[in-house]
C-alpha cells in the first residue's frame, strides 16, 4: 500500500540504474545511516563496542569480501583466516616500523599488502576450480598461520608471539589502544564498512562485477565471450583480499588489541565466515551483513537470555547455543537455500503487492 | 545495516540485563567447554566453591557477602573480551582469566579501567615488574621460574653437570606454550644443555609426528608446556613410544589427575611442577564439605574437591579473598572498590600463621608481594604421579628459582612493554 512502484517515476538513465531504484527503499537507507552515524554513537557503551557492533561490523566487511570471490566470482576460499591474518600482521609492522603513520592510511595499506598476498595464492585459480581451489586455499591458510608463528620477525620477536595494539589516534581522539573510547571505536569501523560496501555495490554492477559473474557462470563461455579470465579471476582476489585485510586490521587493532595468530585467525575463522556468507546470500551485499549478523548476535542473544535471564549454567548455556545455532543453520539452509538475501527479497515483493496480490 | 540487523539489536537491548549489587564481586572466566574443559572445570569448581565457603561460613568477607559471576569463554579470546565488558560494569574487584591469551588481551584493559587482574602461575611472566604493570600480579611464581625449577631439579639428578644433555620442550604453540623459551634459552648457554623445541598446534589432539621426534632424537629430558586435551595425548604418545616417564616434566598445568589417568598404569612416575600442595589432607577440605559439599551448594558436579586444579582454583580464590581482607584493613571498610583491592593485593602476605589459621597451613609457600614485586619469590616444588596409588605425591620442597637469569629477562621485557606503550611507571616507596 505505501511501500509501491507506483507513482515513482524515473526521466534519465541515471535514475533508473541507481543502487535503490524505489524511494521507500531509498529513505530506509538514509535513515539507516542516519541512524547508524548520528544516534547509536550517543547511546553505545563498551559493553556493545566490544561484545556486538565491532564484531558484527568487521566480520561484515569480511564477508563482504569473500562474497566477491566466492559468491560473484564462483571461486570458493577457504583461506580467510589466514587473509585476516596478513592484515592484522600487515597492520602491526606498519604501525611499529612507522609510528606517526595515520591509522586510517595503516588500515588501507594492510588491505593493500593482503591483496598483494591474496593475488599471490589466487594465481593457482587459474588453472583448478571448484573444490580442488578450496583445498589449494586452505594450504594458504595453514601456510600463513604457520609463518606468524614461525618467523619471529612478524611478531617483532616478542617472548610470547604476540602481537599488541600500541595507541594511535585520529583528530585527538584515540582509536586503538586501552584509552579509545566504545564510540569513536564503532564510528571508525562503521566509516570502513559503509565506505568499502559502497565500493563493493559499485564494483559488482559495473564492468568489472560483470565480468566476475560471468566467470561464475559459466568460464568458459565468458571466455569465448571475450572475458579475459586471469585479469578477472585475479582481480576478485585482490579485492576481496583487500576487504578481508582490512577487516583483519581492523579485528586486530581496534577490536582485540592483541592476537595469537594460531586462536584468531584459526581454520573456524574461515569456516565462520564462508557460512556468514552461505547463510546471509551468495553474491549479495545486503546478503553480507544479514549473514555477519546472524552468525554475530544470534549467539549473544541466546547466551543473554540462558544465562543473564534464566539464570542457567553457562556450560548448559554453551551447548544449547551450539545446537541452537548449528539447528537455526540447517532450518535456513533447508527453507531458503538462497540465504537471508532472497527472504528478504521475497518478503519485498509480496509486500510490494500487498494487499492486492492479484 | 539491515532492518534484521536492527530487530537483533532492539531484542538484545530488551534482554541484556545487569543489576547493582552491593556484594563483593569476583567474576569468574571460566571455561567447562571445548578442548580445554577437563582442566577448566576443576578450576572453575574449585574458585566458586571457596567463595561458597567463606559466605556459608564467615558471613562473606568482613561481613560483606561474596559473588562469584561465572562467564563462559572457552579459552577463546574474543569470548574472553566478551566476558569482561559485560561484567566489568558490576564493580568486579578482581580477574582471573586463566588463559595467557585472553590475560595479554586484559592486560591494557584492565590497566585503563583500574581494575587488578591476578594470573597465578600464567600469563605475561614480566607482569611480575609492579613498577609497570600496575594492575597486574602473577604471585606466587610465574612460567619462567618453572622453567628455571624444572632445570634445576635436573642439575639436582644429574650432581650439577648437565652439559651436553639434551632436553626437548614439548610446548602449546600459543603465547603461553611459547613464554618459557625466552628462559630456557638463556638457560641452556648458562648450563651448557642442548634444547629442542617441539611445537604442538592447538588443541593438540593429534601429536604422532612430534613424539615420532622425539622417539627418534631420544633427548634425556622433556618437558612440556601443555594445557587442556593435548597433555593427556602427549602422557599417552609418551608412553606409547616407551620414553621413561620420570624423565618427563610437564609445568604445573600440565600435572592434573586427568592429564595422567588416561595414560593408566604406564604414566606413573610422569613428574609435574607445583606451586601449592596436593591432596585433601587439610582441615579446610573438611569445612568445604560441611558447609558446600554437603550442603548441596558445590559448582558444577561436585565431584572435583581435593583434585590438583580444584585445589589450584580454591587457592586462587583464598589468595584473592585474604587480599580483599587486607585491603578491608588498609582503607577502613568492608565495602572496598577495585582500587582498593588493587592496594590489598600490593599488600598481601601470606606467612605460615595465616594459612593455619585458614586450615591450610603449608598449602602453599610462604610469600609476600609488594610494589616492585608483584611476582612473590617464585617459589615451587615437583610433584609426581602415583598410578599405582592413583596419587600425586609432592617430591620436593618450595624451592626458589634462579633469578640471576630471570631478573634481567623480566626487567628487559617490561621496560620494552612501558617503552612500547608510553607508560609511566608507578612511584614505590
New interface residues.
Partial sequence: MFYRQAGDFKTTYRDDIQTFPLKQDRW??YI??A??FLVVPFFIN??W????ML??LIYAIAALGLNILTGYCGQVSLGTGGFLAVGAYASYKIMTSFPDLNIFIVVLLSGVVTAAVGMLFGIPSLRIKGFYLAVATLAAQFFLVWLF?KVPWFYNNS????I?V??RSMFGFAIT???ADAPVRYLFCLTFLVLLAWVARNLTRGRLGRSWMAIRDMDIAAEIIGVNPLKSKLSAFAVSSFFIGVAGALFFSVY?????V???F?ITQSFLVLFMIIIGGLGSI?GS??GA??LV??P??LK??M???LGW???I???IEFMVVGGLIVLFLIAEPHG?AQL?RLAKDKFLLWPFPH | ??????V??A??TS???TAAMADLVFPSL?Y??GAY?ANG?PFADGYADYFTLVNERDGGIGGVPAKVI???T?Y???KG??CY??T??ENPLVYQPLS??IT??L???V???GIPMHTMGYG???AKNGMVFSNVFNYPANYWDGASHAINHILGENGGDIKDKNIALVYH????G??P??TLTELSAKHGFKLTEV?V??PGQEQKSQWLQIRRTRPDYVLMWGWGVMNQVAIQEAVNIGYPMENFIGIWWSGSENDVIPAGAKANGYKALTFHAVGNDFPVFDDIKKHVVDAGKAAGAGDQVGTVLYNRGMYAAMLAVEAAKTAQGIHGTADINAAQMRDGMEALVMDAAKMESLGMAGFGPEFAVDCKNHGGPGLGAMQQWDAGAGEWKLISDFEPSDMEIIQPLIDE?SNAFAE???IELQECA
Fill in positions: 530506509g537507507y539507516v545511516l541512524v547508524a563498551d559493553y563496542t566490544s561484545a556486538v564484531p558484527f608463528n617472548a610470547s608471539g604476540q599488541s600500541p595507541e589502544g586501552p584509552n582485540l588489541g592483541a592476537v595469537e594460531g586462536e584468531a584459526g545486503f551483513f544479514a549478523a546472524f548476535l544470534v549473544v542473544l543473554n537470555i544465562v543473564n535471564w549454567p553457562t556450560d548455556a554453551v551447548h537471508l528478504w | 545495516m539491515s532492518p534484521l540487523k536492527i537483533g539489536v531484542l538484545i534482554l541484556a540485563s571460566s567447562r567447554t574443559g572445570i561465572e562467564c563462559e572457552g577463546n579470546t574474543q573480551v566478551e565488558e559485560s566489568k560494569g595467557t591469551g595479554y588481551q592486560i591494557p584493559k590497566t585503563a579501567d605475561r611472566t614480566s604453540n600459543s603465547a603461553y611459547k613464554e623459551i625466552r611445537p598446534d592447538h621485557d612500547e606503550s608510553k
